[in-house]
C-alpha cells in the first residue's frame, strides 16, 4: 500500500472507531506495517489469528474501495449505476433520468457494452411502467440499440477468448517446440479474427486484434509487420487516454511487447522512450515488477549493447545487481543467462575484461541445464577470448576446455575448428605481426560465414567474435570500432 492509503485506511478506521479504543484489526495492521518482511510467527504471538487476519483485510478492501471511488470513470460508473435500483423503486423519475444519462455516457466512452446492456435493461422497464404513448417507438429503438451492442460485446468476447489462448499457448511452451502445440498456434494464426476489418471493432477488440497479429508475424520471423501491429497497438492506448488509463496493465505488458520488437526489427531508437513509459506506470505488483525486471532491463541493456553507450549499460547493469535477488527466482534459465552473457559481452565491448570475466564465469558454473545450449556454447568460445585478454599464459588450458565442451556436446563443427585453430595460432605467436595473421585469418572466414544467407547457420557469438578481431586488427575497442562503423554508415 502506498503511504496516501495507509493514511486514508487510518482515517477510515476512525469513523467507526467511537471510543472504544484502536480497533484490533487496526493493531494488526500496524504490526504488520512495521515488518520489513512478513513474520507470520510474530503475529501469532501477539494474539492475532487467520479470522482477524481475514477481517483486516477486508477492512483494507473497503478503505481502498472508499478512497477510489470517484478517481476513476470505472468506479464512478459502478456508483451511478449503484444508485438506479433504489430511484426505480421510489420513482424518482427525475433523478433517475439524471443518473442514467451520467452511466450512458460513462459506459459509452469505457466501451463498457456489459455496462450498457445494464443500463438499457433499465430503460426498456422505465418505457413500459411510464406507459407513454410512443411507448412502441421507445421500445424498438432501445432493442436496435441493444442488438448492436450485444454484437459488438461479442465482438470484443471472441478476440479477448483468442488473445488469452495464443498467451497461455506460448505460456507453456514459448518456442513451440512441441509440434502439437505449433499447430495449434497455426490454427490460431489462420482465424477468421484476424481477417477482419479492424475500423468496425471495439477498442479492446482492435487491441487484441493488434497483439495477436504482432505475436504471429514474430513468430514467422517478419518482424517488420510485427513491430507495425505492435506499434499501432501502442497507440491504441496513447490516442485513448480514458481506454489507456481504465487498462494500464495491458498497456504496460504491450509495452513490453513494444520493446521487444523495436529490439528485432532494428528500431533501436525507440527503446529509451519504451523504458522511460514502462517504469513511469503506476502499477505495482510482485508480477508486474517481475515483468518490468525481465523486459525494461534486458532490453535497456540490448540498447546498450548496440550502440555501445556505456552509461545506460552501466545503469542497467547496476539496477539488475540490485533486483537479482529478489527477482531471478520468478524467472527462467533461459533468461538468466541471457542477462549473463549480455552482461559480459558489455563489458567486452569496452576491454574492462576483469568485469566481463565475472559475469561470464556465472554461466560456467551456472550448472547442468539443457536451457540455452547456444549461449552455453558460445560462452566457451568467448572464454578464448577473455583468456587471451586476461592470463594469455593460460590460454592453451582453455583451448583443451573449450575442446573438450564442444566435442562432448557435438558442437565440434568446420567453424568452431576454425576459431579453435586460430587461438593455438595466437597462443604460439611471438612477434605481433604472427598475431594480426591469425586475427585477420579468423576475421575473413567469419565475414564470409556472417555473409551466407542462412542465419540459421551462425552461433550466438559469432557477431562479437568477427568484431573482436576487427577490433584487435585496428588497435580500438570494440566500442570504438562500433562508433567508428556508426559514424561510417557501416552497419
Not at 470517484?70 to 433504489?86: D, H, V
Not at 549493447?305 to 534459465?333: C, F, M, Q, S
Not at 586488427?473 to 570500432?481: D, K, M, S, V
Request: charged share 30%; aromatic share 10%; glycine share 4%.
Amino acid at each position: 500500500m502506498s503511504k496516501a492509503e495507509k493514511r486514508y485506511f487510518h482515517l477510515y478506521a476512525q469513523m467507526g472507531g467511537g471510543k472504544v479504543g484502536v480497533p484490533k484489526y487496526v493493531r494488526l495492521f500496524d504490526l504488520i506495517d512495521k515488518q520489513t518482511e512478513y513474520d507470520d510467527e510474530a503475529v501469532k504471538n501477539r494474539g492475532f489469528n487467520s479470522t482477524d487476519k481475514a477481517f483486516l483485510n477486508e477492512k483494507i478492501q473497503e478503505s481502498l474501495h472508499i478512497l477510489y471511488l470517484n478517481k476513476s470513470s470505472e468506479a464512478e460508473l459502478k456508483l451511478q449505476l449503484s444508485y438506479i435500483p433504489r430511484l426505480v423503486e421510489r420513482q424518482l423519475w427525475t433523478e433517475l433520468q439524471k443518473r442514467l444519462k451520467k452511466a450512458r455516457q460513462l459506459a459509452i466512452e469505457q466501451g463498457g457494452f456489459l455496462a450498457l446492456l445494464d443500463i438499457i435493461q433499465w430503460e426498456k422497464k422505465i418505457v413500459i411502467s411510464k406507459g407513454e404513448k410512443d411507448i412502441v417507438v421507445q421500445l424498438k429503438a432501445l432493442i436496435k440499440e441493444e442488438d448492436e451492442v450485444r454484437r459488438q460485446l461479442n465482438s470484443e468476447l471472441d478476440y479477448q477468448n483468442l488473445r488469452i489462448e495464443v498467451d497461455i499457448l506460448r505460456l507453456k511452451d514459448v518456442r513451440l517446440k512441441k509440434p502439437e502445440n505449433k499447430v495449434l498456434f497455426e490454427q490460431f494464426a489462420a482465424s477468421p479474427l484476424l481477417n477482419s476489418d479492424t475500423k468496425v471493432l471495439p477498442l479492446k477488440a482492435q487491441a487484441d486484434y493488434h497483439r495477436i497479429k504482432s505475436i504471429v508475424h514474430q513468430y514467422a520471423g517478419k518482424s517488420g509487420q510485427a513491430y507495425i501491429h505492435a506499434q499501432a497497438l501502442i497507440s491504441l492506448f496513447e490516442d485513448n487516454e480514458e481506454f489507456k488509463y481504465n487498462n494500464l496493465f495491458e498497456y504496460k505488458r504491450n509495452l513490453c511487447l513494444f520493446s521487444e520488437l523495436c529490439y528485432l526489427s532494428g528500431n533501436y531508437d525507440e527503446i529509451p522512450d519504451m523504458m522511460d513509459k514502462i517504469e513511469a506506470i503506476p502499477i505495482k505488483s510482485e508480477d508486474s515488477d517481475t515483468e518490468v525486471f525481465k523486459t525494461v532491463c534486458l532490453f535497456g541493456l540490448l540498447y546498450a549493447l548496440v550502440k555501445a553507450d556505456r552509461e545506460v549499460g552501466l545503469k542497467y547493469v547496476h539496477k539488475i545487481e540490485t533486483l537479482w535477488d529478489k527477482h531471478a527466482p520468478n524467472i527462467g534459465v533461459r533468461r538468466q543467462l541471457s542477462y549473463f552473457y549480455n552482461i559480459m559481452i558489455f563489458f567486452s565491448l569496452f576491454g574492462e575484461w576483469k568485469e566481463a570475466d565475472k559475469w561470464l564465469e556465472k554461466i560456467l558454473n551456472f550448472g547442468r541445464t539443457n536451457a540455452k545450449k547456444d549461449v552455453q556454447t558460445a560462452a566457451r568460445i568467448w572464454k578464448l577470448v577473455v583468456g587471451c585478454e586476461l592470463e594469455p599464459e593460460e590460454l592453451d588450458n582453455h583451448i583443451q576446455r573449450a575442446f573438450r565442451y564442444l566435442t562432448r556436446n557435438n558442437q565440434y563443427g568446420e567453424t568452431e575448428k576454425h576459431i579453435l585453430e586460430t587461438f593455438r595460432a595466437l597462443h604460439k605467436s611471438i612477434e605481433k605481426k604472427e598475431k594480426q595473421q591469425a586475427w585477420q585469418r579468423l576475421h575473413d572466414y567469419l565475414t564470409i560465414r556472417l555473409d551466407e544467407q542462412e542465419r540459421s547457420t551462425h552461433f550466438i557469438g559469432m557477431e562479437e567474435l568477427h568484431l573482436w578481431c576487427a577490433s584487435k586488427l585496428q588497435g580500438l575497442t570494440i566500442a570504438e570500432l562500433m562508433k567508428t562503423q556508426e559514424e561510417q554508415g557501416i552497419h
